[in-house]
Structure formats: C-alpha cells, structure tokens
C-alpha cells in the first residue's frame, strides 16, 4: 500500500491521475516495484484508488480506479469496451480514429488507434506494460482486427526505464494501410510512421481548408508529415500547394497521397527545415499551414519553445498576401490556448502584419479531454488572417 503525505490527496481526489514521487510518504519510493499494482491511501490511511508504479518516474503512481476493486481482465475489458462503444456512435463511418486516449479513457500511458482493419498501439508506460498481454487479446477479441501492431518506441518510455520496440502482435499488417479522411484517400505505415502512423488528433480540423481555401489559392504547408492538410486544400481548389517537410519518407508517402487523389499536377514537395524554407523563399502565399511537433518537451523548456513558436508565427506571417490565412498549431500541453495567443500576438507585432483570430479548434472528440487534467487538452489550432 502507498500512503501520501498531508494534503497530497487533494488533486487526486478532485479527479486527476498522477501521484508525483515527492508526494508519497511510504514506503521509500525506491522500494516500490516497477508495473506493480497498489492501494493508495491518504494521510490518515483512507483508501484515494488503486494504481500502478514506477519509482524510476517522476509520474511515481498513475490511478486506475477510485474503487476498491481487482484490476484484473474483466476491469480492462470494461474499460476497452467504453472507449470502443463510444467511438463506433460518434463515429459510425469513419475507418480511422483514435480508439482509447490514455488517461481520458481512464487507462492512463494506453494509446490505442484504428486504421481500416488495423490497430496501432503504444504503452507508454512500464504499468501499462505489466496489463499489456491482456489488453492485446482484449482487443483481438472485441475489435477482430486484421492484424494489431505495437509500437513501443515513443520517448518518454525513456523516463520510465521501458524497453523500445516495434513488433506485430497478431494478423499481418501490410506496408501500407489506405483510410479515409473527409472523403480522400491516404496512405498511412503504421510500422515505419511518425507516432503511429497519421495525425488523427488533427482530422476534425481538416475542414479548414475547404472553408478557407479558394479556387486559385496559393497554399504552404509546413512541417507536412505525409501531406493531410495540404492535399485537403488541393482538393478544395488550391492551384498550388508546396509541402514542406524535412523526412524524405513522409514526403514520397505525400506525394503518392497526391497521385491517388488525383491532385499531384498541384502538389509540389520540398525537403528542408520548415524555419530554413522561410527564411530562403521570398514567395507569397495566400495560405500557410504550420502545424509543427511539439516545440515544448517539458516545463523546463517552456521559454525557448515560446522563443520557436514566435520565430515561426513571424516567419510565416510575414509571408502572407494582404487578406492571407494561417493556421497555426501547437501540441505543447505546457502551453495554453492564451499563451499560444499571446505567440501569435507577438509574432504579428514583429512582423509588422495586423492580424485578427477567426477561431480556435482544438483535438477532436476522440482525444476527449478529462476536465480534472488540463495535461489531457493540448492541441491548439488558431486560424488567423493578415487584414
């Protein structure tokens, strides 16, 4: 059992997830076994919820269930099924989405995305991986995928001492998966890709683009990955579009995006560093996408990940035309929506361009956002004209 100091039970009580390593009295944190399972108790030893364990993380204990409860087969199948049930009724035809969202399907470090047939999942943590062998065949048995592939390379399995590996679990999973997204076709390899494959906290921001886009426009997309934003706004009338991106890989899966849908003559790819093609390319644009990786890995780098996103807000503002449209993201959840507006405040300031918001998006409802973890909501997407 893991008792916690005076008050450290506060957060916790009120609906959030993590235990820091400095908030638990006993038993010496070194002492706990990595993956184990636990009782949490408070100061005066009232049971707080059941948990896993890693005393190598600064994230010590990670809550379960608020319940006295066996965290066994049947508890996981539960939790699998709600999140399954949930997407399959907000999302009747479509063939990607993200299937569980770690904490904010109360399985917290669990990451668990559908492709057509296929499952793509990450375990963040080594608590995860201690209840891992039974959630695969949970989700062999509920979803009867074609085949299910993990993908246990992300970072931050780092911090919690846990093996990196890629590896099929079951079925065959091949090269390439072909989904849809808002009517178009894309390509997504889930064994080589970024994170698994394709950016689905992004597709229900893809209507942007047929929103703002105009028959003629002239469209950048930064930092492109395999092309989704920049193929939704060729097919939405864009004359040209440049990608850029600085992956070789990423770039011939978006150029063969582009075949399919039937836009290549329109779609041009450059490999470089999205801050270096700025810097050299004195072309205007009628639209800019930036929708960069996180520029913010921890809280330690809040002040020079701010310095990058204003660096590339005035980059790109700057070469906008009069009436031009960026949409702008961060996936930092150490930046807030009113910090990434004072970014943007600053980056028109600096370039010189009077610029005014016409809205702000976030993830979509398949990365539900658990109101007692702000750490949950950390996509940000501010579209914004130069007038």
Known sequence: MIKLKR???????????????NEIESPPVAQLEPGALQEVCDAAGEFVGMAYVNPQSLITARILSRRKTQIDRLFLESRIKAAAEFRSRIFPCKDAYRLI????????GLIVDRYAGFLAVQSHTAGMDSLLSDILEILDETMSP??????????????????????LVSGSVPDK????????????DIQEGQKTGFFLDQEANRDLMPKYVFSGAKVLDLFSYTGAWGIHAAAAGASLVVAVDSSRGALNLAESNAEINGV??????????????LKKNDDLWDIIIADPPSFIKSRAKVNEGRKGYIDLNRRALGRL???????????????STE???????????????????LETRGQGADHPVLLAMPETRYLKVIVAQVI
């Open 7 to 21: 008050y450290a039970d506060r957060r916790v009580r009120k609906g959030h997830l993590w235990i820091f390593s």
């Open 101 to 108: 969202f770690s904490e904010s399907d109360l399985l917290p």
């Open 146 to 167: 074609e085949g299910i592939y993990l993908l246990n390379d992300s970072p931050v399995r780092e911090l919690e001492g846990a093996a990196l590996e890629r590896r």
């Open 177 to 188: 998966v072909t989904i849809t997204s808002w009517g178009l076709k894309f390509l997504v």
């Open 264 to 277: 290549a003559s329109r779609f041009h790819t450059v490999r470089e560093p999205a801050i270096d093609f």
């Open 321 to 335: 035309n009069a009436g031009g449209i960026l949409v702008t993201c961060s996936c930092s959840h150490h930046m």
């Open 339 to 357: 910090d990434f507006e004072e970014v943007l405040r600053i980056s028109s300031h600096q370039s010189g361009k009077r610029t005014r918001i």
